[in-house]
């Protein structure tokens, strides 16, 4: 089946969240939403997720599901906020596991902090598969970027998260810990095995050079053919030589740090204190 796709690009993440609903009734799933932060002030906006939530709303869907590819150092997710007002399971690959144990010590949360992925309503193995009304959902396990990262095949379409861009920006880092350019080459093999003509839905998008205008769809064939960092068949080598080369140039996303605190949480804050105050660590010299 082919599913009806409504995109959602927020522009201070470059974030695409999707809306993926069953064309045949009214089931949905959310896929990778953001909620709004202001890092200079410290303060959380739902913008973002209140326009999904109104398209949904207006369209007459029933949500699902709240789908993460993956735990996101770029953006917080939304996914909590949304659940309570329009419902749905939020899902995650069970890899969530390694990146809690990561993170948890970085940020010394201590015992309380549970990484056993209790946070999540579904953690999904690859293999899995999942239904949005008619529409069958499979499972890919796709790390590389991190541990934890899926790429959901729903019908005809691959939601493939931060694992690939289009095909004239190329691939996703894989200097986080727990990231692996070898890792990801493998992984990104296994989306291109996927029928040519299966449409590929990016995670984010920055225009790359000489393009004018934001993109986030593309297919297998066209990454396959057209794809700068690992098309045209590029060997494992090379590619693990350039992905390394190129990330130890780049500087860490500006949301990383109230980001993967939030998103290991499956988008909810810390603790309150006492008081009812909420405080996100900064960890010195730990990324």
Not at 9 to 31: H, L, M
Not at 36 to 49: E, I, L, Q
Not at 221 to 233: L, R, S
Not at 263 to 282: C, H, I, S
């Amino acid at each position: 089946m082919q599913p009806i796709v409504k995109a959602f690009f927020d522009d201070a993440t470059n974030t695409i969240s999707y809306v993926v609903r069953d064309p045949e009734g009214t089931s949905c799933a959310i896929i990778d939403s953001v909620l709004d932060f202001d890092y200079s002030s410290g303060r959380t906006d739902t913008k973002s997720a209140d326009e999904i939530i109104a398209w949904v709303k207006s369209e007459g869907l029933n949500v699902e599901w709240l789908l993460e590819t993956h735990v996101h150092a770029d953006h917080l997710s939304a996914a909590p906020y949304i659940q309570e007002r329009v419902g749905g399971k939020i899902g995650i690959g069970d890899r969530i596991r390694i990146v809690q144990d990561t993170f948890g010590k970085i940020f010394n949360e201590g015992t309380e902090f549970q990484r056993d992925g209790s946070q999540f309503d579904r953690l999904f193995v690859e293999g899995d598969t999942l239904h949005i009304g008619q529409l069958r959902g499979d499972v890919l396990h796709t790390p590389g970027h991190t541990p934890a990262c899926l790429t959901y095949v729903i019908g005809d379409a691959a939601f493939v998260g931060d694992t690939l861009f289009m095909p004239d920006f190329g691939t996703a880092r894989c200097d986080f810990p727990g990231g692996s350019a070898q890792t990801l080459f493998d992984s990104v093999h296994k989306i291109l095995s996927l029928p040519e003509e299966t449409r590929i839905f990016v995670g984010h998008d920055y225009k790359a050079p000489g393009r004018d205008v934001y993109a986030w769809e593309t297919t297998v064939g066209e990454q396959k053919a057209k794809n700068i960092h690992i098309g045209a068949g590029k060997s494992k080598d090379e590619f693990v030589q350039m992905r390394e080369t190129r990330d130890a140039t780049l500087a860490m996303p500006k949301l990383i740090i109230p980001s993967l605190q939030v998103n290991m949480r499956a988008g909810q804050m810390p603790p309150a204190d006492a008081e009812g105050n909420v405080y996100l660590k900064v960890p010195v010299n730990k990324l």
